[in-house]
């Protein structure tokens, strides 16, 4: 769903098959991206990696649908993530003392 392969109304074999090449091409890409990022950052700042998602959400915002106040966009992703990385934290903890207990 996140390159809109569930989005084509199959009619011929050639159109699905063009569609479906770009829409995993575009994956890739997105899934590179990530990986790249991924090998990038090694500290730990409080932050979950890039993903998939956020990284299609920042094209998204900053090259597809450009809008005029592109910082509280980069800044709404830097929270999200540091949300999400404190909500892990959070589940893991809960689930380590849960496991712990006798």
Known sequence: SQVGLDQHQVRRWDSWH????????????????????????????????LTVNEIRRLINACIIHPISDLAHRLHWSGWRRRHQARARRAHYTRRLNLELQP
């Not at 890739?28 to 990696?49: E, M, R």
């Open 18 to 49: 063009r569609f479906t090449t770009l829409a995993l091409a575009a994956l890739a890409v997105l899934a590179i991206c990530a990986a790249d990022i991924a090998d990038q950052d090694h500290a730990d700042n409080g932050l979950i990696k």
